[in-house]
Protein backbone atom coordinates (compact mmCIF):
# COMPACT_ATOMS: atom_id res chain seq x y z
CA UNK A 1 0.00 0.00 0.00
CA UNK A 2 1.93 3.39 -0.84
CA UNK A 3 2.76 5.70 1.68
CA UNK A 4 -0.29 8.68 0.78
CA UNK A 5 -3.75 7.98 -0.80
CA UNK A 6 -4.24 7.59 -4.66
CA UNK A 7 -7.44 9.31 -4.34
CA UNK A 8 -6.01 12.73 -3.67
CA UNK A 9 -3.05 14.29 -5.65
CA UNK A 10 -1.25 16.69 -3.75
CA UNK A 11 2.27 16.52 -5.26
CA UNK A 12 1.46 17.02 -8.83
CA UNK A 13 -1.72 19.04 -9.62
CA UNK A 14 -0.96 21.21 -12.06
CA UNK A 15 -4.25 23.54 -11.59
CA UNK A 16 -3.90 23.86 -8.57
CA UNK A 17 -0.31 25.04 -8.75
CA UNK A 18 -1.43 27.85 -11.30
CA UNK A 19 -4.32 28.71 -8.98
CA UNK A 20 -2.61 29.38 -6.30
CA UNK A 21 0.06 31.52 -8.46
CA UNK A 22 -3.17 33.25 -9.98
CA UNK A 23 -4.56 34.17 -6.42
CA UNK A 24 -0.53 35.04 -5.62
CA UNK A 25 -0.41 37.91 -8.27
CA UNK A 26 -3.72 39.08 -7.72
CA UNK A 27 -3.24 39.48 -4.00
CA UNK A 28 -0.15 41.83 -4.87
CA UNK A 29 -1.68 44.12 -7.38
CA UNK A 30 -5.02 44.30 -5.67
CA UNK A 31 -2.73 45.01 -2.41
CA UNK A 32 0.45 46.18 -3.20
CA UNK A 33 2.43 48.87 -4.03
CA UNK A 34 4.04 49.61 -7.30
CA UNK A 35 8.10 50.01 -7.68
CA UNK A 36 11.51 50.56 -9.88
CA UNK A 37 13.72 47.30 -9.96
CA UNK A 38 17.03 48.83 -11.26
CA UNK A 39 19.58 45.60 -12.82
CA UNK A 40 23.28 46.07 -11.86
CA UNK A 41 25.51 46.47 -14.30
CA UNK A 42 29.32 46.55 -14.26
CA UNK A 43 31.65 48.31 -15.98
CA UNK A 44 34.45 46.10 -14.68
CA UNK A 45 35.08 42.89 -13.86
CA UNK A 46 34.11 41.35 -10.29
CA UNK A 47 36.81 41.48 -7.55
CA UNK A 48 37.12 37.44 -6.54
CA UNK A 49 38.91 38.49 -3.81
CA UNK A 50 36.31 40.84 -2.14
CA UNK A 51 33.40 39.26 -3.87
CA UNK A 52 32.40 43.25 -4.80
CA UNK A 53 32.09 45.23 -7.99
CA UNK A 54 34.38 47.94 -7.85
CA UNK A 55 32.65 50.12 -10.93
CA UNK A 56 28.77 49.66 -10.45
CA UNK A 57 26.43 51.55 -12.50
CA UNK A 58 22.89 51.21 -13.14
CA UNK A 59 21.60 52.36 -16.45
CA UNK A 60 17.86 50.80 -16.69
CA UNK A 61 14.81 50.55 -14.49
CA UNK A 62 11.87 48.49 -14.99
CA UNK A 63 8.20 49.30 -13.03
CA UNK A 64 7.09 46.10 -11.01
CA UNK A 65 4.29 45.50 -8.54
CA UNK A 66 5.42 44.08 -5.04
CA UNK A 67 3.83 43.36 -1.60
CA UNK A 68 5.39 45.56 1.02
CA UNK A 69 5.79 42.78 4.15
CA UNK A 70 7.08 45.35 6.27
CA UNK A 71 3.76 47.26 6.52
CA UNK A 72 3.97 49.23 10.21
CA UNK A 73 7.70 50.74 9.50
CA UNK A 74 10.96 49.81 8.80
CA UNK A 75 12.99 47.58 10.20
CA UNK A 76 16.43 47.46 11.30
CA UNK A 77 18.77 50.02 13.82
CA UNK A 78 17.22 52.78 12.52
CA UNK A 79 19.44 55.94 12.85
CA UNK A 80 22.46 55.05 15.07
CA UNK A 81 25.97 56.44 16.04
CA UNK A 82 28.60 53.98 15.42
CA UNK A 83 32.18 53.94 15.60
CA UNK A 84 32.37 55.19 11.68
CA UNK A 85 29.68 58.38 13.03
CA UNK A 86 25.79 58.69 12.29
CA UNK A 87 24.44 55.39 10.21
CA UNK A 88 20.79 55.23 8.86
CA UNK A 89 20.16 51.67 8.59
CA UNK A 90 16.51 51.00 7.41
CA UNK A 91 15.31 47.54 6.02
CA UNK A 92 12.12 46.03 5.16
CA UNK A 93 10.58 43.20 3.27
CA UNK A 94 9.13 42.60 -0.14
CA UNK A 95 7.39 40.09 -2.19
CA UNK A 96 7.82 39.83 -6.21
CA UNK A 97 5.53 37.28 -7.85
CA UNK A 98 7.71 34.59 -10.34
CA UNK A 99 5.26 35.17 -13.15
CA UNK A 100 5.11 38.70 -12.79
CA UNK A 101 8.96 39.38 -12.36
CA UNK A 102 9.47 37.38 -16.05
CA UNK A 103 6.91 39.35 -17.51
CA UNK A 104 7.83 43.21 -16.75
CA UNK A 105 11.83 42.33 -16.68
CA UNK A 106 13.26 41.22 -19.66
CA UNK A 107 15.30 37.79 -19.79
CA UNK A 108 18.08 39.43 -21.15
CA UNK A 109 18.74 41.01 -17.95
CA UNK A 110 17.51 38.85 -14.95
CA UNK A 111 15.98 35.51 -15.19
CA UNK A 112 15.91 35.88 -10.70
CA UNK A 113 16.05 39.16 -8.40
CA UNK A 114 20.12 39.33 -7.44
CA UNK A 115 21.41 41.10 -4.47
CA UNK A 116 23.08 44.10 -5.31
CA UNK A 117 20.26 45.03 -7.50
CA UNK A 118 17.92 47.88 -6.00
CA UNK A 119 14.30 48.43 -5.42
CA UNK A 120 13.17 52.47 -5.78
CA UNK A 121 10.10 52.85 -3.39
CA UNK A 122 8.09 55.67 -4.93
CA UNK A 123 5.78 56.33 -2.50
CA UNK A 124 8.16 56.09 0.61
CA UNK A 125 10.98 58.04 -1.81
CA UNK A 126 13.76 55.13 -0.70
CA UNK A 127 16.45 53.55 -3.03
CA UNK A 128 16.53 50.18 -1.09
CA UNK A 129 19.16 47.47 -2.15
CA UNK A 130 18.44 44.00 -2.07
CA UNK A 131 21.01 41.81 0.21
CA UNK A 132 19.05 38.25 0.26
CA UNK A 133 16.94 36.52 -2.14
CA UNK A 134 15.01 34.06 -0.90
CA UNK A 135 13.25 31.27 -3.78
CA UNK A 136 11.54 29.07 -1.28
CA UNK A 137 9.03 31.52 0.08
CA UNK A 138 5.56 28.85 -0.46
CA UNK A 139 8.05 25.71 0.71
CA UNK A 140 6.69 24.00 -2.24
CA UNK A 141 3.53 24.41 -1.97
CA UNK A 142 1.32 21.88 -4.44
CA UNK A 143 4.53 20.04 -5.30
CA UNK A 144 5.59 23.02 -7.00
CA UNK A 145 9.43 23.43 -7.66
CA UNK A 146 9.42 26.48 -9.21
CA UNK A 147 8.67 28.92 -6.86
CA UNK A 148 5.52 31.10 -6.77
CA UNK A 149 7.14 34.51 -5.56
CA UNK A 150 10.41 36.13 -4.36
CA UNK A 151 11.27 37.23 -0.60
CA UNK A 152 13.88 40.14 -0.73
CA UNK A 153 15.56 41.59 2.04
CA UNK A 154 16.29 45.06 1.09
CA UNK A 155 18.21 47.70 2.81
CA UNK A 156 18.77 51.81 2.50
CA UNK A 157 21.34 52.11 -0.34
CA UNK A 158 24.40 54.14 1.01
CA UNK A 159 25.62 55.61 -2.48
CA UNK A 160 29.37 55.33 -3.06
CA UNK A 161 29.76 57.00 -6.39
CA UNK A 162 27.85 54.49 -8.73
CA UNK A 163 26.69 55.58 -11.99
CA UNK A 164 22.91 56.01 -11.69
CA UNK A 165 21.28 56.41 -15.09
CA UNK A 166 17.71 54.89 -15.27
CA UNK A 167 15.89 57.49 -16.93
CA UNK A 168 13.61 57.74 -13.63
CA UNK A 169 14.35 61.41 -12.35
CA UNK A 170 13.73 60.86 -8.97
CA UNK A 171 16.26 57.98 -9.05
CA UNK A 172 18.79 59.92 -11.19
CA UNK A 173 19.10 62.83 -9.00
CA UNK A 174 20.14 60.84 -5.89
CA UNK A 175 23.51 60.47 -7.81
CA UNK A 176 23.60 64.24 -9.61
CA UNK A 177 23.74 65.71 -5.91
CA UNK A 178 25.41 63.34 -3.99
CA UNK A 179 28.53 62.31 -6.08
CA UNK A 180 32.09 63.63 -6.31
CA UNK A 181 32.18 66.92 -8.27
CA UNK A 182 34.84 68.70 -9.85
CA UNK A 183 34.73 72.31 -10.72
CA UNK A 184 36.55 73.39 -13.88
CA UNK A 185 36.47 77.13 -15.20
CA UNK A 186 36.18 77.92 -18.71
CA UNK A 187 37.52 80.35 -21.05
CA UNK A 188 35.18 83.45 -22.37
CA UNK A 189 34.52 83.18 -25.77
CA UNK A 190 32.39 79.41 -25.89
CA UNK A 191 29.27 78.47 -27.29
CA UNK A 192 25.81 77.60 -26.32
CA UNK A 193 25.34 76.18 -22.40
CA UNK A 194 25.86 73.00 -21.30
CA UNK A 195 22.44 70.66 -19.86
CA UNK A 196 22.50 69.23 -16.61
CA UNK A 197 22.54 65.62 -16.96
CA UNK A 198 24.27 65.62 -20.48
CA UNK A 199 27.31 64.22 -21.26
CA UNK A 200 30.43 65.62 -22.09
CA UNK A 201 33.58 64.53 -23.52
CA UNK A 202 37.22 65.79 -25.03
CA UNK A 203 38.30 64.58 -27.93
CA UNK A 204 37.50 64.51 -31.55
CA UNK A 205 34.16 62.00 -31.06
CA UNK A 206 32.91 60.27 -28.43
CA UNK A 207 33.91 57.23 -28.75
CA UNK A 208 37.46 58.21 -29.34
CA UNK A 209 37.62 61.12 -26.02
CA UNK A 210 40.17 61.32 -24.02
CA UNK A 211 38.24 62.07 -21.02
CA UNK A 212 34.48 62.13 -20.41
CA UNK A 213 31.65 62.78 -17.58
CA UNK A 214 28.41 64.23 -17.22
CA UNK A 215 27.44 67.68 -16.21
CA UNK A 216 26.14 68.14 -12.47
CA UNK A 217 25.64 71.50 -13.15
CA UNK A 218 26.37 75.10 -15.44
CA UNK A 219 26.81 78.60 -14.19
CA UNK A 220 26.54 80.77 -17.61
CA UNK A 221 27.89 83.76 -15.70
CA UNK A 222 30.84 82.57 -14.04
CA UNK A 223 31.94 79.99 -16.91
CA UNK A 224 31.92 77.38 -14.13
CA UNK A 225 31.00 73.72 -15.34
CA UNK A 226 30.59 71.34 -12.27
CA UNK A 227 31.38 67.34 -13.51
CA UNK A 228 30.51 64.07 -12.43
CA UNK A 229 31.51 60.65 -12.69
CA UNK A 230 34.50 61.53 -14.41
CA UNK A 231 36.24 59.15 -16.73
CA UNK A 232 39.77 60.06 -17.95
CA UNK A 233 41.75 63.35 -17.72
CA UNK A 234 40.14 66.40 -18.89
CA UNK A 235 43.38 68.45 -20.14
CA UNK A 236 43.60 72.20 -19.84
CA UNK A 237 43.32 74.43 -22.96
CA UNK A 238 41.35 72.04 -24.54
CA UNK A 239 37.65 72.20 -25.90
CA UNK A 240 34.81 70.58 -23.70
CA UNK A 241 32.25 69.39 -25.79
CA UNK A 242 28.03 68.74 -24.98
CA UNK A 243 26.66 65.18 -26.84
CA UNK A 244 22.98 66.94 -26.28
CA UNK A 245 23.60 71.09 -25.79
CA UNK A 246 26.33 71.09 -28.97
CA UNK A 247 28.12 73.11 -26.39
CA UNK A 248 31.66 73.83 -26.93
CA UNK A 249 34.25 75.56 -24.21
CA UNK A 250 37.66 75.31 -23.56
CA UNK A 251 38.77 74.79 -20.08
CA UNK A 252 40.93 76.78 -18.33
CA UNK A 253 41.07 75.37 -14.95
CA UNK A 254 40.12 72.44 -12.28
CA UNK A 255 41.32 70.70 -9.28
CA UNK A 256 40.07 67.09 -9.24
CA UNK A 257 41.52 66.75 -5.30
CA UNK A 258 38.61 69.46 -4.37
CA UNK A 259 35.08 68.19 -4.29
CA UNK A 260 32.77 71.13 -5.10
CA UNK A 261 29.51 69.53 -3.24
CA UNK A 262 31.21 69.25 -0.22
CA UNK A 263 31.67 72.24 1.91
CA UNK A 264 33.55 69.93 4.45
CA UNK A 265 36.12 68.57 2.10
CA UNK A 266 39.86 68.68 3.33
CA UNK A 267 41.74 66.59 0.06
CA UNK A 268 43.77 69.41 -0.29
CA UNK A 269 44.33 70.45 2.96
CA UNK A 270 45.26 66.93 3.98
CA UNK A 271 47.67 66.82 0.74
CA UNK A 272 49.15 70.00 1.32
CA UNK A 273 50.08 69.00 5.27
CA UNK A 274 51.60 65.92 3.66
CA UNK A 275 53.62 67.57 2.20
CA UNK A 276 55.41 69.35 4.89
CA UNK A 277 55.94 66.26 6.30
CA UNK A 278 57.12 63.65 3.55
CA UNK A 279 60.21 64.27 0.72
CA UNK A 280 58.86 63.09 -1.82
CA UNK A 281 62.21 63.35 -4.03
CA UNK A 282 63.41 60.72 -1.93
CA UNK A 283 63.18 57.43 -3.01
CA UNK A 284 62.04 55.49 -0.01
CA UNK A 285 61.10 58.39 2.85
CA UNK A 286 60.46 55.78 5.13
CA UNK A 287 64.02 53.70 4.64
CA UNK A 288 67.31 55.23 6.10
CA UNK A 289 68.37 58.79 5.69
CA UNK A 290 70.94 58.05 2.16
CA UNK A 291 68.22 56.31 0.25
Known sequence: MPP????????AATREQFLIEDMIIESIQNHGIDVYYIPRDSQSELDELFGDDPVKSFTSAYKIDVYLETFNE??????????FGLEIEKS???AIARRTFERYIP??????PKEGDLIYLSVQQKLMEIKRVEEEKNFFQA???APYMYGLNIESFTYNGELLRTGVPSVDLIADSSAFSVKYTMQAGGSSSFRSGELVYQG???NASTARAYVQNWNAVTRELYLIHIRGVFASNTLIKGV?????????SGNVQEDASEEFDDNIRIETEADNILDWSETNPFGSANE
Not at 107 to 112: A, L
Open 74 to 83: FQGNQEFFSK
Open 143 to 145: GKK
Open 244 to 252: DSNAQWTMT
Open 4 to 11: TSVYFNNQ
Open 204 to 206: STL
Open 107 to 112: HTVRNT
Open 92 to 94: ARV
